[in-house]
């Protein structure tokens, strides 16, 4: 600190020090950085957040498209698939044109990162996804590991 003081005094002329100007230099010089970080990091957990909430649309939008699905009979044969599921989930569409882009950056298009278990006795069945979140290099300074996002839904079998 006394380095820098004689610099700032080399460079300013004697009566700034005598002035408030140079505790409000000072004071800023020293907050900036920790307000800085702190900011970063408000954003960074808010893109967290924005990711968790993007997925868990996603796996209620195919749940909901899953619960809907008529069953094969003598009569009728189903056009519904996990694949379409698993493309709305991770598209917002069935059919997502060449070159769409992904609700979440990172989940998808591997159709293998969402797991749909088989319907229960209850006539519920359950969506799960894990998805490593890609975080900035302001986690790894803060010496906090690699976050991964784990979410399911649970949506009830209706059929038509």
Known sequence: MNAFRRFLRRR????F????????????????PF??????????????FWER????AGLRDAGRYLARCR?????YASTCSQTTAKLIAFYGTQSPAEGAVLRVPG???NLTD???NAVGGDG??????????QASPLFGWLGIGAITISASHEERYMGW
Request: hydrophobic fraction near 50%; avoid cysteine; proline fraction near 7%.
């Open 12 to 15: 300013l002329p004697f009566h």
């Open 17 to 32: 020090w005598l002035s408030e100007e140079a505790a409000v230099l000072t004071e800023t010089i020293i907050v900036v």
């Open 35 to 48: 307000v800085t970080v702190f900011a970063a990091g408000i954003l960074e957990f808010g893109n967290l």
């Open 53 to 56: 909430m993007q997925i868990d």
């Open 71 to 75: 069953p094969t009979s003598p009569t």
């Open 107 to 109: 989940w998808g298009p």
């Open 114 to 116: 969402i797991t749909v």
């Open 124 to 133: 519920t069945f359950t969506i799960e996804t894990a998805h490593l979140y």
